[in-house]
């Protein structure tokens, strides 16, 4: 058993920065692949970054690529979303969750998740 706690999130405006983390206990941690996720109010949970287990690999969703960076320290049993320039439609519940598989960008793939924080960027 994974568990997965994130950081508070927060409200930002337009253009601004916020660095997500989400602590795992239990498990190995580096035996799992990272991801984050997210849920806008009426929408499908979406894939918005992973990492692999060494740390060597990460992938983006287009809508965030460039702008985000996912990073892992399993030595603190600990993975990181920065986000940078921050638009009003990254606003949304953000999940980190955990695969023990190579990453994965489905979010029905994934073993253990967060209990999600709220993140909400203003115009």
């Known amino acids: 058993q994974v568990q997965l706690v994130e950081s508070v999130g927060g409200l930002v405006q337009a253009g601004g920065s916020l660095r997500l983390s989400c602590a795992a206990s239990g498990r190995t941690f580096s035996s799992y692949a990272m991801g984050w996720f997210r849920q806008a109010p009426g929408k499908e949970r979406e894939f918005v970054a992973v990492?692999?287990?060494?740390?060597?690999?990460?992938y983006y969703a287009d809508s965030v690529k460039g702008r985000f960076a996912i990073s892992r320290d399993n030595a603190k049993n600990t993975v990181y979303l920065q986000m940078n320039s921050l638009k009003p439609e990254d606003t949304a519940v953000y999940y980190c969750?955990?695969?023990?598989?190579?990453?994965?960008?489905?979010?029905?793939?994934?073993?253990?998740w967060g209990q999600g924080t709220q993140v909400t960027v203003s115009s």
């Open positions: 969750a955990a695969v023990a598989r190579p990453p994965q960008l489905d979010h029905s793939s994934y073993d253990y």
């Open positions: 990492i692999s287990r060494s740390g060597g690999s990460t």
